[in-house]
């Protein structure tokens, strides 16, 4: 079979679509004018040719080989994610663990039969939805203990299979990715309403199995909270959980596989809450002086039970690189939405609040004009990486969480060491902090690193702050992550952040589901 | 030591409190007037000197003995829960599995010796908090493998440790009483707001133990979702998570103890997230002269986004025999509570759904007092149920949820096998149902049975209507409970309903955490 080849093998999107040359030139001029970067070089994105892949190790079972692939396109694009990490190694063509096959099950009997003869044969199964990870959750990096690595992509698992408009709620496939999947829901006049930043290339089956954020800043935020039931394949076999809209039967097993990231078996199919498609809207932006007069106004919104939307924070540095602002002020991005009632006496009430924190809105524009700049910007975020990458500037991000009686200090102490990292490490540069989400009990903050970066030296550089970053993250009471996963990348201080008794507990429950051991192994445990 | 010995070895409350006699002959007189039942006989509450336990099989380890008692009443306080069942039998005086002794740790470090001990010396441990339990879920009944059973009551492990009230939260002991941890957080205009039926007899440990369904109708209904960080005693050792307001960082540790029933280990604290004490209220009831116009009504409130704080509905027979109503009506109690807005836009826009729906407000009488009544009830029917019991009528309840669209086929079999089943037993008697909790996939329906009882037949005609009802929740896609636990009580349907790959994995997580077994066995799996 050959697959459907049009995603980009480097870079954010479709071959031929993304960021123009002329974009990168003026995202260059423009982080010098903003940031005062200069000398900024600019590479050429890698071409296949350039690729060198190691030989597969192991061959596609006879029986499944029209439904895999392993030729170099299809191989590199399996092999690396999102991150900095991933741009710079491709840029560097170093492709260094591709897997030694893609496999496309259409359907579950596919899945079925990968994962068996991959259990049989010491195969590592790598699970991949839209590829987009940043936490190294797609890269077939294995160790040594395994014969092979086969990455097994779920786009042909892209179906909504059943829609119940009685309880707003949908049987979908794993492999859907977010357009897809509204555009299957628009018809009933129903949504999911999960729009995290990766929403175009990213799918319903990775959302669920890395917990990851979505549209609602303040409530339901993450995957977790929409799942009604779920089916997994195992090595074991099938787990179908029943659909219920809440239980208290003992442990729940839906949360058991959402988070699992793959390394217990593979999510394919989901019965999701679904959202009536909003009819009535308010936005509003609000403009701080201080960022703490803005974090504290957050916080009072955030216990105040109107449950904005929308709720997102800018810092000043935030504000001028998003260009949602001239870096003068914080800004907060306010949303409320409903499909039944009237949103303005929420919102109302919520510049109220923000008022009273000393916020102001800016009179001569209309509001409406930086949350939709703040949009664009958001939306275009994933394309307008690999442009900083090819700049050779670090742009990369950390997110996390933790408790508002934290956060002054943790806000300082993380700021603090990720600057200093960057001043050892790159000379100038800038550390922006956004918050995703809010909880009534606190924040979930993300921090955005660009700094010019030396030749051939980014990732040591990027490194460098990573491990000053995460420490600081660990040491004061956050989470190495709040949406983005753990993946392989974040393993060190995950190991750290989670008690040692549930890694055993964890382990345990692996080694009953996958006894072989090859279920994206290296993300979250390590096989017994 | 000497145990506070205060509460009631059978019935709910403290002796000398609850229900007096005269309460218990007019309870008889209106069961013969609303419900037609005669020939009510009446018997006494059993005595302290009826009760013959089996000699303890084990005694208290020595370092420990001081925090230990093996009195009649302490082991007889702890060997029956709060169901038709427990109450039928103590009536027998039938404590025929008590513990051996009771413990009452004073410490944690109590907690670790004792759990120590019994793991080296196989002996059971029965956690034990307010002792409500109605799914047989703190009974010692262990089964003949281990040498005895002891129950741990952590009454003393009473104390709020620490409030943070910048994250409206609270560190709280896993042994903490309802209204001593409102008594303890009202200093700080805080309250957790949460209050099962069990309020006054039900502690922090045991909700988190058994996802306990609280005071809040929609959103956040069930304990799992308050609570921020957890401490847990295993056999193995102490598990502490990290305290975060959200967290995406693999599978979820703390959603691994909750619900867990004391089968991995003990809960001894927990950070909880807090509510302001609410300042804006709003009540109303609305009339239905159909079940279904209601019904359809709180579904299209469920969906609208308005979150009440309170949407209990009580069908014709629930409105009739709790005394809200006079039977020719299903009502609806809707609440809206907050601490920072008015709540009128909210109620106006809720009432104006459910006249959409057929609803009606009554004219002649101020809108609070079936609230008020509905809530009287609501706090009176654990002490009202011994009056039952000792009058020789079961009135026992079941509770579930399903999904709307199953809904209407759900609720009629249901209905159809419970009505049938009291017909087959009892000849007389109602069935009765209310939504406790509602969600916009789907309510928590709670079913109410009241019939009059052969004499010295009670259990086993129970036995026949629970099995009836039961098995029809389970074949129309119910949960055979949604917020009571599964205990020892719900085994058999529990097994049928969770995925058996899920049930392996749950084992093998006992197996790492409590390999000798010993932590409540019995409930939810059976130790390998």
């Given at each position: 079979?050959?697959?459907?080849?049009?995603?980009?093998?480097?870079?954010?999107g479709?071959?031929g679509?993304g960021?123009?040359e002329?974009?990168v030139?003026?995202?260059?001029d423009?982080?010098?004018?903003?940031?005062?970067?200069?000398?900024?070089?600019?590479?050429d994105?890698?071409r296949?040719?350039?690729?060198r892949?190691?030989?597969?190790r192991?061959?596609?079972?006879?029986?499944?080989?029209?439904?895999?692939?392993?030729?170099?396109?299809s191989?590199?694009?399996?092999?690396?994610?999102k991150?900095?990490?991933?741009?710079?190694?491709?840029?560097?063509?170093?492709?260094?663990?591709?897997?030694?096959?893609?496999?496309?099950?259409?359907d579950?009997?596919?899945?079925?039969?990968?994962?068996?003869?991959?259990?049989?044969e010491?195969v590592?199964?790598?699970?991949?939805?839209?590829?987009?990870?940043v936490?190294?959750?797609?890269?077939?990096?294995v160790?040594?203990?395994?014969?092979?690595?086969?990455?097994?992509?779920?786009?042909?698992?892209?179906r909504?299979?059943?829609?119940?408009?009685?309880s707003?709620?949908?049987l979908i496939?794993?492999?859907?990715?977010?357009?897809q999947?509204?555009?299957?829901?628009?018809?009933?006049g129903?949504?999911l309403?999960f729009?995290p930043?990766?929403?175009?290339?990213?799918?319903?089956?990775?959302?669920?199995?890395?917990?990851?954020?979505?549209h609602?800043?303040?409530?339901?935020?993450?995957a977790?909270?929409?799942?009604?039931?779920?089916?997994?394949?195992?090595p074991?076999?099938?787990?179908?959980?029943r659909?219920?809209?809440?239980?208290?039967?003992?442990?729940?097993?839906?949360?058991?596989?959402?988070?699992s990231?793959?390394?217990?078996?593979?999510?394919?199919?989901?019965?999701m809450?679904l959202?009536?498609?909003?009819?009535?809207?308010?936005?509003?932006?609000?403009?701080?002086d201080g960022?703490e007069?803005a974090?504290?106004?957050v916080?009072?919104?955030?216990q105040?039970?109107?449950?904005?939307?929308?709720?997102?924070?800018l810092?000043?540095?935030?504000?001028l690189?998003?260009?949602?602002?001239?870096?003068t002020t914080?800004?907060l991005v306010?949303?409320?939405?409903?499909?039944?009632h009237?949103v303005?006496?929420?919102?109302?009430?919520?510049?109220?609040?923000?008022?009273?924190?000393?916020?102001?809105?800016?009179?001569?524009?209309?509001?409406e004009?930086?949350?939709r700049?703040?949009?664009?910007?958001?939306?275009?975020?994933p394309?307008?990486?690999?442009?900083?990458?090819?700049?050779g500037v670090?742009?990369?991000?950390f997110?996390?969480a933790?408790t508002?009686?934290?956060?002054p200090?943790f806000?300082?102490?993380?700021m603090?060491a990720?600057r200093?990292?960057?001043?050892?490490?790159?000379?100038?540069?800038i550390v922006?902090?956004?918050?995703?989400?809010v909880?009534?009990?606190?924040?979930?903050p993300?921090?955005?690193?660009i700094?010019?970066?030396?030749?051939?030296?980014?990732?040591d550089?990027w490194?460098?702050?990573?491990?000053?970053?995460?420490d600081?993250?660990?040491?004061?009471?956050?989470?190495?992550?709040h949406h983005?996963?753990?993946?392989?990348y974040?393993?060190?201080?995950?190991d750290?952040?989670?008690p040692?008794?549930?890694?055993?507990?964890?382990?345990?429950?692996?080694?009953?589901?996958?006894?072989a051991?090859?279920?994206?192994p290296g993300v979250?445990?390590?096989?017994?």
């Open positions: 079979m050959s697959p459907v080849a049009e995603r980009k093998f480097w870079g954010w479709r071959e679509e960021v123009s002329s974009e030139h003026q995202l260059g423009s982080l010098h004018d903003r940031l005062g970067f200069s000398d900024l070089r600019l590479v994105p890698p296949l040719s350039d690729i892949l190691r030989e597969p192991v061959q596609p079972p006879a029986l499944l080989v029209h439904r895999c692939a392993a030729d170099t396109r191989r590199a694009e399996h092999t690396l994610g991150s900095l990490r991933d741009y710079v190694r491709g840029l560097r063509a170093q492709y260094d663990h591709p897997p030694d096959f893609v496999a496309y099950p259409a579950e009997a596919d899945l079925v039969a990968i994962v068996d003869w991959a259990a049989t010491r590592a199964v790598v699970p991949y939805g839209g590829g987009s990870s936490a190294d959750g797609i890269e077939p990096r160790g040594d203990s395994y014969r092979g690595a086969v990455s097994v992509d779920l786009r042909h698992l892209d909504v299979l059943e829609v119940d408009v009685e707003r709620s949908a496939e794993a492999g859907t990715l977010g357009p999947l509204e555009d299957r829901l628009r018809p009933y129903l949504s309403r729009f930043q990766s929403f175009e290339f990213s799918s319903l089956g990775g959302w669920i199995a890395t917990r990851a954020g979505g609602y800043a303040t409530m339901f935020t993450q977790d909270d929409f799942v009604q039931a779920l089916r997994v394949i195992t074991q076999g099938l787990v179908q959980t659909r219920l809209p809440s239980d208290g039967a003992g442990v729940s097993a839906d949360r058991m596989f959402i988070g990231e793959g390394s217990l078996g593979l999510i394919t199919q989901a019965w809450r959202q009536d498609r909003p009819t009535h809207r308010a936005g509003a932006s609000v403009h701080f960022f007069q974090w504290r106004g916080q009072a919104i955030s105040s039970g109107l449950w904005p939307s929308n709720c997102r924070l810092d000043h540095n935030e504000a690189h998003s260009g949602a602002g001239d870096g914080a800004i306010l949303g409320f939405e409903s499909a039944d009237p303005a006496p929420s919102m109302d009430r919520a510049l109220q609040i923000a008022r009273e924190f000393g916020g102001s809105l800016p009179p001569e524009e209309p509001d004009d930086e949350a700049r703040w949009r664009r910007f958001f939306l275009r975020g394309y307008l990486k690999e442009g900083y990458t090819r700049l670090i742009r990369e991000t997110e996390t933790c508002w009686d934290r956060f200090e806000h300082a102490e993380v603090d990720a200093k990292a960057v001043a050892d490490e790159c000379g100038a540069g922006a902090c956004r918050f995703t989400h909880y009534p009990d606190g924040p979930a993300y921090y955005t690193v700094a010019p970066a030396r030749e051939n030296a980014e990732l550089q490194a460098a702050i990573k491990q000053s970053a995460s600081a993250v660990l040491r004061n009471g956050g989470t190495i992550t983005h996963a753990v993946g392989r974040h393993r060190p201080w995950y750290q952040q989670r040692d008794l549930f890694a055993a507990a964890l382990r345990s429950v692996k080694s009953t589901l996958d006894p051991g090859v279920m994206n979250l445990v390590d096989p017994v």
